[in-house]
């Protein structure tokens, strides 16, 4: 019997459920850079805490969108992905 589509959204190699995980580095690495960078509003610092939040949270988003579990937590790291790209593109462009 072929999986359903629930199954292949939301389902991993061992039938559970995936729909949210514990944050890995790169998250935590970008949540931090992120918030660090709502201290630091100018200056060389908050320039390199921009490209370290963008970076690893690139980085996650990559890793989600080719070696995510099922899906959905792809899609979740191509959303991610487009989102972070442009949030980039516009505030530049600013």
């Keep these: 019997m072929s999986p359903s589509i629930f199954d292949r959204i939301f389902r991993d190699e061992n039938g559970n459920i995936v729909i949210g995980q514990m944050p890995n580095l790169p998250v935590i690495v970008g949540i931090t850079a992120s918030v660090l960078r709502l ?8 320039l390199v805490l921009d ?12 890793q989600e969108l080719f070696d995510g579990v099922n899906y959905f937590r792809r899609g979740l790291g191509l959303l991610a992905l487009l989102g972070l790209i442009i949030s980039k593109v516009l505030l530049t462009q600013i």
């Excluded at 201290?39 to 908050?46: D, K, R, Y």
């Design 39 to 46: 201290l630091f509003s100018s200056g060389e610092v908050a």
């Design 51 to 62: 490209l370290v939040a963008f970076g690893s949270l690139f980085t996650w988003a990559w």
